[in-house]
């Protein structure tokens, strides 16, 4: 077999899940030193994360509606080349002082973001290079019932898909070194 050659099939999925994200927990980059995979996994599952200083946090934005993460491998047989592009769509309704804050030192800084499904995955964006916030829309809206929001759209480019972190639920994930600190705003 070689090395680029396929290993397992798979069938026809049960109808079980469900699309959206729940939550987002926002990291500095700089704040984890490193990483460990799950046994055979072939570095698709995180198993955990180590912190650089014991006051690192990860900050929960809670999110409702039009979110999204969107993944896409493009692979070039001419360059010899394949590689990850990983958006994020995250839009925090109601505009305030403190959120205009964080948005403007989320434009300037680069994180790594755990994103948690509807379906209980948990997956973590920007692994080696980090993400960036590449645009920030801040709507007032035009009509009185539409949205005073912030539209995030956050990007990392990686070797690979963002791998899934191994947490059963947010209190597993809280418990992991890389969120021993969540801070729910």
Known sequence: MGLCDISAGRGLACKTSVGGIKNIFLSNFDDITSFTFTADTEDTEIASFVYSASDSKGYRYELKGGNNLEQTITSSREAGTTFSTQTLTAILVKQDMATHKQVKLLSHGRVRVVVEDY???????????????????????????????????????????????NAANEAALATTPFFSQIVIS
């Open 119 to 165: 379906n209980g995955a948990f997956f973590l964006m920007g692994l080696n290079n980090g993400c960036e916030l590449t645009t920030a829309a801040v709507s007032t809206g035009t009509a009185m019932g539409d949205a005073s929001a912030y539209t995030l759209t956050i990007v990392s480019m990686e070797k690979d898909l963002a791998p899934f972190v």
